[in-house]
């Protein structure tokens, strides 16, 4: 998981412009979240998942099998998060919010890349696959 903002960043007159990605995504989405809701609690096995917030604020809070314990933090207007597979995420809107959010290999309805925190719990402690990161637009 890492938290930042993205680096390529104008501002005119005319309003301003974030580049938010390069390439290597499969699903791009706009959300809108109404205040003090929550979102998530679940991970993916193949997907890496960049928030980009639009709008707005949330708390969020992250588990990964790398780690003991949870992070929880706050991201706001022009901050993103990128999960990384194997993250148990959760989000909580403190105010309505609208974000990006972008997954590597996309969602496939078949055989969608959602998993319970149930299941997260029963990964602990077990080696984990490599899965390539997609390119995001960093320095």
């Known amino acids: 998981m890492r938290k930042f903002v993205m680096p390529v960043f104008h501002s005119d007159d005319r309003g301003s412009f974030w580049q938010v990605a390069q390439k290597g995504w499969g699903e791009i989405n706009f959300v809108e979240t109404l205040a003090d809701k929550h979102r998530g609690n679940h991970f993916h096995k193949e997907n890496y998942e960049l928030f980009f917030i639009v709008k707005g604020q949330v708390e969020v809070t992250v588990r990964s099998l790398k780690q003991s314990k949870a992070q929880t933090f706050l991201l706001s207007a022009g901050e993103c998060l990128l999960i ?22 996309g969602i496939a309805p078949e055989n969608p890349d959602f998993h319970k925190a149930s299941e997260f719990e029963q990964l602990i402690g077990r080696p984990l696959p490599k899965v390539e990161a997609p390119a995001i637009a960093l320095n």
Do not use: I, K
Not at 84 to 105: A, G, I, K, N
């Open 84 to 105: 990384e597979p194997y993250e148990l995420h959760t989000f909580y809107t403190r105010m309505d919010t609208q974000w990006m959010v972008m997954l590597s290999e």
